[in-house]
């Protein structure tokens, strides 16, 4: 049960894009595609922004995709707001009802 | 509207025990798995705990296995942490979530445990 591995910072100005990466391992990220997204505001509770790899809930808006290769998920925010400036943490699914989050990405929207 | 609040949290000494409450609401509870999350002050999230909608199976971390306890009460929409010689590692807000598809949908507001004499 290691921790996924994600940058500790990204930066982008707004209105441009930027991606999170979630390196893992083939019992976890690469061997399902249950891997999940959230956002933390300081002092606020994670909300979910993509599961199943891919998918979005309602709500979220659509500059927020997430997408996997092997072992690495990544999760691309487009046309970045001041409001996206949080941090963002992956979690993948890793068998016997288990999970494992990445150690988080802290976003800043320069 | 999904509403989960979670309940007793507060100071305990290494050693000692603490049971948590998540009291569910807005969705019918039996009908899915549960889990539990911690993040330490300043630190990332961390998977602690999981159970089925029966509550007939449970799952642990590493971290926790053999110390801690999750539980639920289907007919009270409550899910439950019983947390048993604690350590000053565990010193945490403490966050219940339901599972949908495989991820964490709903989380509460969270309750915080500090473990120190």
């Known amino acids: 049960q290691s921790a996924l591995t994600q940058p500790r910072s990204v930066s982008g100005a707004p209105g441009q894009s930027v991606t999170i990466s979630c390196t893992g391992t083939?019992?976890?990220?690469?061997?399902?595609?249950?891997v999940s997204w959230y956002q933390q505001h300081p002092g606020k509770v994670p909300k979910l922004m993509t599961y199943?790899?891919?998918k979005r809930p309602s709500g979220v808006p659509d500059r927020f995709s997430g997408s996997k290769s092997g072992i690495t998920a990544s999760l691309t925010i487009s046309g970045l707001l001041a409001e996206d400036e949080a941090d963002y943490y992956c979690?993948?699914?890793?068998?016997?009802?288990?999970?494992?989050f990445g150690g988080g990405t802290k976003l800043t929207v320069l | 509207e999904v509403q989960l609040l979670e309940s007793g949290g507060g100071l305990v000494q290494p050693g000692g025990s603490l049971r948590l409450s998540c009291a569910a609401s807005?969705?019918?509870?039996?009908?899915?798995?549960m889990s539990w999350v911690r993040q330490a002050p300043g630190k990332g999230l961390e998977w602690v705990s999981a159970?089925?909608?029966?509550?007939?199976?449970?799952y642990y971390a590493d971290s926790v296995k053999g110390r801690f306890t999750i539980s639920r009460d289907n007919s009270k929409n409550t899910l439950y942490l019983q947390m048993n010689s604690l350590r000053a590692e565990d010193t945490a807000v403490y966050y219940c979530?339901?599972?949908?598809?495989?991820?964490?949908?709903?989380w509460g507001q969270g309750t915080l445990v500090t473990v120190s004499s």
């Open positions: 199943e790899v891919t």
């Open positions: 083939t019992s976890d990220v690469g061997g399902y595609n249950y």
């Open positions: 979690c993948s699914y890793a068998g016997t009802y288990t999970w494992v």
């Open positions: 159970t089925v909608g029966s509550g007939g199976k449970t």
């Open positions: 807005g969705f019918t509870f039996s009908g899915y798995a």
């Open positions: 979530a339901n599972l949908n598809y495989y991820a964490l949908e709903y």
